[in-house]
């Protein structure tokens, strides 16, 4: 018999990193003498498929605070498009893509007399999600007696990428006078799935460092948080959403009626939606006149949690080393990069491990009592461990962690104590392997029975459908003949099954 009813079987898989190198020259008139503060934000715009192999292009937005030979303060921005071919043979043509792009390494050097070159290392973590699985239900012989059970799987519904914009604004005082950089990043709080929409409620981080009235240089973070209704056709409230927010370049303004700094804040939700489906399928199967062959077929499924936020505090303490200028005044903290470098899943945690990279502007005091401006990238190491009820060993765990609030205390110069916010997105899958019968066959005829009469004695678990099967009757004609029998079945109770012959029944 011919498979029925294919199944469309959402399964999500990791194909592997591929990593970018990116390299770019400062292409600007201006002469740099020292970079502050260096930021990049690597940006997806397509993802081509092809059987066997996925092309990802896209742009890099390169942000700096640098010191002109003026002594001027000034942001500069540097875009650089990267393009990268990714192979592997599970990538089919209609399989989606699910990309988590994160920025590993960043660099700068050059400045002063020399040219200035940027470069950069993206790791895109590539996953892909097969739509369709070649399994199907069996088509059911006429005069096949069956016993079903049901067994659920999860489909693909929507695959959405949403552009959004998240506004905020900051007073233009004596205190904030002069905005010099910002630095973006956002987090996933909730996904709230309903009837052809779903919600997503995070928060966007932007740390800006700003100008004084008398041109002191100082930072803030703020703290936006937002709500976006995402139309996508065919979710309900029962569907499970997994989504990835990313931000770009931000775009800042001078309001001087409400006297304020407007700041437009570009996000991308990249997000898959699943439904739980359910169909029955044969467990177990024997007909009247003929032997019967099951094929029976595994398969694996899926079962995706919607995205989960984690919160924890990283606090470090470090120390410079004497080849670095000490800070006699902390100016500016900008949290500009976090990785991860390792993820375990284990005991119903995740466990994380990375490196934060956090941007110190300070002050140094020379042997004249002059203020000398300098910079500083620190590496903190972290690990954490996050409780997620559902989560096991086994399990595939996509993390996408932000730095929040950064606080650093000072002590005697040298001694830094770091004190960082780590916002983390989880999307977990569970993997398991399901069963069903995919063909259903009559095998050779069954010989024609020679007596009209059996007395059967029950044994302890047995059910009726066991019986039948085994007396080669019908549950229905059973349960009539025996009309005192009492459920469930005790064991050594007696069951007398009376067999007509083809001619009588007919």
Same mark, same amino acid.
């Given at each position: 018999m011919d498979n029925n009813e294919k199944l469309e079987v959402a399964l999500k898989k990791n194909v592997g990193v591929v990593q970018i190198k990116n390299e770019q020259d400062y292409n600007g008139d201006d002469k740099i003498v020292k970079v502050l503060t260096l930021s990049a934000k690597p940006n997806m715009e397509t993802t081509t498929i092809s059987a066997g192999k996925v092309t990802i292009e896209g742009e890099i937005d390169y942000?700096?605070? #640098? #010191?002109?030979?003026?002594? +001027?303060?000034?942001?500069? @921005?540097?875009?650089?498009?990267?393009?990268?071919?990714?192979?592997?043979?599970d990538i089919l043509e209609d399989s989606v893509i699910c990309a988590d792009i994160t920025l590993a390494e960043l660099n700068s050097s050059g400045g002063g007399d020399e040219s200035l070159k940027l470069s950069s290392l993206i790791d895109v973590n590539v996953h892909i999600i097969s739509k369709k699985s070649e399994v199907g239900n069996a088509v059911m012989p006429?005069?096949?007696?069956?016993?079903?059970?049901?067994?659920c799987f999860n489909s693909l519904v929507i695959d959405v990428k949403y552009d959004g914009v998240i506004n905020f604004?900051?007073?233009?005082?004596?205190?904030?006078?002069?905005i010099l950089?910002?630095? %973006?990043?956002?987090?996933?709080k909730s996904v709230i799935p309903a009837v052809d929409y779903f919600v997503v409620s995070g928060t966007v981080f932007s740390s800006i460092i700003y100008e004084t009235e008398d041109r002191t240089i100082r930072?803030? #973070?703020?703290?936006?948080?937002?709500?976006? +209704?995402?139309?996508?056709?065919?979710? @309900?409230?029962?569907?499970?959403?997994?989504?990835?927010?990313?931000?770009?370049?931000a775009v800042s303004t001078e %309001?001087?009626?409400?006297?304020?700094?407007?700041?437009? #804040?570009?996000?991308?939700?990249?997000?898959?939606?699943?439904?739980?489906?359910? @169909?029955? @399928?044969?467990?177990?199967?024997?007909?009247?006149?003929?032997?019967? %062959?099951?094929t029976t077929e595994s398969f694996n499924v899926g079962e995706f949690f919607s995205t989960k936020q984690a919160d924890e505090n990283v606090l470090t303490n470090f120390t410079l080393s004497e080849s670095i200028p000490q800070i006699d005044k902390l100016l500016a903290t900008t949290p500009t990069y976090i990785t991860i470098l390792n993820q375990i899943v284990k005991n119903s945690e995740v466990v994380l491990e990375g490196l934060a990279n956090i941007n110190l502007i300070y002050y140094t005091e020379d042997s004249d009592g002059n203020n000398v401006l300098n910079s500083l990238d620190v590496e903190v190491p972290y690990s954490i461990s996050l409780k997620i009820a559902e989560v096991s060993e086994g399990d595939?765990?996509?993390?996408?962690?932000?730095?929040?609030?950064?606080?650093?205390k000072v002590k005697h110069g040298r001694e830094l104590e770091i004190l960082a916010e780590v916002k983390v997105d989880i999307n977990q899958t569970t993997m398991a392997t399901s069963a069903i019968t995919s063909q259903i066959s009559l095998g050779e005829q069954k010989p024609e029975r020679d007596y009209a009469m059996e007395v059967y004695l029950a044994k302890s678990n047995q059910t009726l459908w066991d019986i039948a099967k085994e007396l080669n009757i019908s549950t229905a004609e059973l349960v009539e003949q025996n009309g005192e029998l009492t459920l469930p079945l005790a064991d050594g109770e007696k069951i007398v099954a009376y067999f007509r012959k083809e001619s009588e029944i007919n």
């Open positions: 942000d700096l605070l #640098v #010191v002109l030979e003026d002594n +001027e303060i000034t942001p500069l @921005t540097q875009k650089s498009k990267f393009s990268q071919v990714f192979e592997s043979n006429d005069g096949v007696f069956v016993r079903e059970s049901e067994i604004e900051l007073s233009k005082d004596s205190k904030v006078c002069k950089f910002v630095k %973006n990043s956002a987090t996933i930072s803030i #973070v703020k703290e936006n948080n937002f709500s976006e +209704e995402i139309e996508a056709k065919g979710t @309900t409230k029962e569907s499970n959403i997994q989504a990835l927010i990313f931000t770009k370049e %309001n001087s009626d409400k006297n304020m700094f407007v700041f437009d #804040v570009p996000i991308a939700i990249l997000a898959q939606g699943f439904n739980k489906n359910c @169909t029955k @399928t044969v467990v177990d199967a024997y007909s009247l006149n003929y032997e019967i %062959n099951l595939q765990i996509v993390a996408q962690a932000v730095l929040g609030d950064v606080n650093v």
